[in-house]
């Protein structure tokens, strides 16, 4: 009886003991007494926020419990990590530390865009798996990418195998973990397809639960009529959709922001899934092929080549090019088009057109502008920045309920090019230069729209929003100071005022410094 007695006590001093420890145990990290926006777009509210792993414990007052490591964020701002919905990641292999979005708050990127996209997608996950990344990466099935794969740069409507084999292209892609599918219409080969094309094989996404984001057909002249036409597909195929980059360019259109977004809201007063995202510049960046006519490339570079070999196919082209320096991205002036990327002459990064004509000693007309764009594309293409778009369309825009932010930035280093400088600023100019400086939208709008919008657009129900149970994918950055440094002059500079980031409960940033982690995940839909 004795020996029983003593045996039970022994057993109540060893649970006590153990629930002790379980109560004890301390956390991974706690983020004391931060302001956190959670992703909803609610307004903020204190709290600290405990985390083990990769997922958020639990938030309330944790004053009383004990953490391995702890970030005080008092006047702070915390947020779920941003999600950017369209990102220019092809050069993850060689850049996978992915900093230049890291440091931007970036936590998640979306791949794919404009048509394009890796192929196989399946063996192109495996071997992210393998490597490791920075971030977590999700991938759209670009419709460029399969025409090209079927019919090359042809300009003529697909036979029903030629489809038949794209729509299986797209199964594939959507199969091996596509979000959706991307078009690019005004870029090879995607310009030469009729919406029929585009409608069937978005069928083919809709059918696997993705949706559609398109760089539209067109951004100038004809935006108005590329917006309904995006909107026809989301109808005919059932499908959700994205205008990606949404905006306005060319003088003769500034304005028709207000066209556009209203054909958005009846779309949607008709029950059809629209959403838009945007980066927040008034300046575009793409190759200078853009401002040639599309007719003049079908078939390839050599058959370009061969065009401008012709006098009058080479005066079509020159006119074409004149126009669409005088109504679309050339902005009526040379000086509006500045390269970025020249591979055959580097000396031209960050100078203009208008440069370009005067050390050639020629008049800076758009005539002469036109000319050298031809010259540009046969010494083999560049890339450009396009002033070409009016601010208030990019604020009206931005102030629209359903406009995400995204980068369209492409990952880069220091000392790559001349790139844009939403590749290192998007995120952080809209929360300091829109949201403080010009009191565009709210801090709380700003932060949904990173986070909570395109993580339902994505359909990832454990991302974009901080709450218990979700992954610990989250932002501490100071309202008061975050801004971007990136300028067009100057681009490779890193955005101030993000002090953490975490990646899959990972410090990815951590008191401003970059840590290369890569504690980023292969996200896969199906
Ligand atoms: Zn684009």
């Not at 629930?19 to 509210?45: H, S």
């Not at 080969?189 to 993705?210: C, H, M, R, T």
């Not at 932010?405 to 220091?414: E, F, M, Q, T, Y």
């Not at 300091?432 to 986070?451: D, F, N, Q, S």
Request: overall charge neutral; proline content about 5%; charged content about 25%.
């Amino acid at each position: 009886m004795k020996k029983s007695l003593t045996q039970f006590f022994a057993l109540v001093f060893a649970m006590s003991l153990l629930t002790n420890c379980i109560r004890e145990k301390p956390y991974d990290l706690i983020i004391r007494n931060g302001k956190i926006y959670d992703g909803t777009g609610a307004e903020a509210f204190e709290a600290d926020i405990a985390i083990n792993g990769d997922q958020i414990i639990k938030i309330g007052d944790l004053q009383n419990s004990k953490a391995a490591k702890q970030i005080d964020a008092q006047n702070l701002a915390v947020a779920p990590g941003f999600i950017d919905l369209h990102a220019h990641i092809e050069p993850l292999l060689t850049l996978p530390g992915c900093e230049s979005l890291i440091r931007q708050g970036v936590t998640t990127a979306l791949g794919g865009p404009d048509g394009s996209g890796p192929w196989p997608l399946g063996d192109y996950l495996d071997t992210l798996e393998t490597v490791g990344i920075g971030m977590n990466v999700a991938f759209l099935v670009g419709h460029n990418t399969v025409r090209k794969h079927v019919m090359s740069l042809d300009q003529r409507a697909p036979t029903a195998d030629e489809l038949a084999q794209m729509k299986q292209q797209i199964e594939q892609g959507m199969k091996e973990g596509a979000f959706g599918i991307s078009t690019g219409l005004k870029y090879l080969p995607g310009a030469f397809s009729e919406v029929d094309e585009v409608i069937a094989l978005s069928k083919v996404a809709s059918a696997y639960g993705g949706f559609y984001t398109s760089h539209l057909r067109e951004e100038g002249l004809g935006l108005i009529d590329a917006v309904r036409e995006a909107i026809l597909i989301g109808r005919e195929a059932d499908i959700p959709i994205v205008l990606t980059h949404h905006k306005v360019i060319g003088k003769p259109m500034w304005g028709k922001s207000v066209k556009t977004l209203a054909l958005v809201d009846s779309a949607r007063n008709l029950g059809l899934d629209v959403m838009m995202d945007q980066y927040p510049y008034d300046a575009s960046y793409t190759s200078l092929s853009i401002i040639l006519p599309a007719w003049a490339r079908a078939g390839g570079e050599e058959a370009f080549r061969e065009r401008t070999r012709n006098p009058k196919l080479r005066d079509s082209i020159r006119s074409g090019t004149v126009f669409n320096i005088l109504n679309d991205r050339g902005g009526a002036d040379l000086r509006r088009v500045q390269f970025a990327k020249v591979d055959w002459m580097p000396a031209l990064e960050g100078k203009t057109l208008h440069d370009w004509a005067i050390s050639k000693n020629m008049e800076p007309t758009v005539e002469n502008g036109a000319d050298l764009v031809i010259e540009a594309q046969l010494n083999g293409g560049a890339r450009c920045i396009f002033h070409v778009m009016d601010e208030n369309d990019v604020e009206r825009i931005m102030q629209h309920p359903q406009t995400m932010i995204a980068s369209d930035g492409r990952l880069v280093a220091p000392g790559m090019g001349h790139p844009h400088p939403r590749w290192y600023g998007t995120f952080p100019r809209v929360l300091g230069h829109y949201v403080r400086e010009k009191k565009i939208i709210t801090l709380p709008a700003a932060i949904h729209k990173m986070t909570g919008m395109p993580a339902k657009r994505l359909g990832l129900a454990d991302r974009g929003t901080i709450a218990e149970g979700m992954k610990a994918d989250m932002v501490v950055f100071d309202p008061e100071k975050v801004i971007d440094k990136a300028t067009f002059e100057n681009p490779h500079q890193y955005p101030e005022g993000i002090d953490y980031v975490l990646v899959n409960g990972v410090l990815a940033v951590d008191k401003g410094k970059f840590k290369d982690h890569r504690s980023g995940n292969v996200l896969k839909k199906n």
